[in-house]
């Protein structure tokens, strides 16, 4: 997965990258399909704002969270995401198990 990692009136040091990067390897844990994340961490008086876009297979996902800490709310953010492509990946599944068609109807009137 590619990650690409913006910083608005804050500095992204070597650390902060790393453990971004950590973070967002855990959404390919749920799902593989997912092919690069755009994160940007934007500072704003005192609130530390994380939002991000993933790319996944069939469908943009999008989270963001503020908070008075980075890393809290980068963790924020994955935990959002996280749920929200186990979602999708439950939707895509959901859609090859539908119950239906003849094969089905005439097991059932046996």
């Known amino acids: 997965m590619q990650i690409n990692i913006t910083g608005h009136h804050v500095e992204i040091t070597d650390p902060l990258r790393e453990y971004v990067s950590e973070k967002m390897q855990k ?3 749920h799902f593989d399909h997912v092919t690069n ?9 005192q609130l530390q ?3 991000a876009t993933v ?4 469908k ?3 989270a963001e969270h503020t908070c008075e800490d980075m890393y809290a709310s980068i963790d924020a953010l994955v935990d959002k995401l996280d749920r929200q492509i ?7 599944g959901s859609h090859n ?3 239906g068609g003849v094969k089905n109807m005439a097991a059932e009137e046996a």
């Open 49 to 51: 704002k994380a939002e």
């Open 97 to 99: 198990k539908k119950s």
């Open 55 to 58: 790319h996944a297979s069939g």
């Open 86 to 92: 186990i979602k999708h990946k439950e939707k895509i």
């Open 60 to 62: 943009d996902l999008f």
């Open 37 to 45: 994340a755009h994160v940007i961490l934007t500072v704003e008086k």
């Open 27 to 29: 959404l390919t844990r």
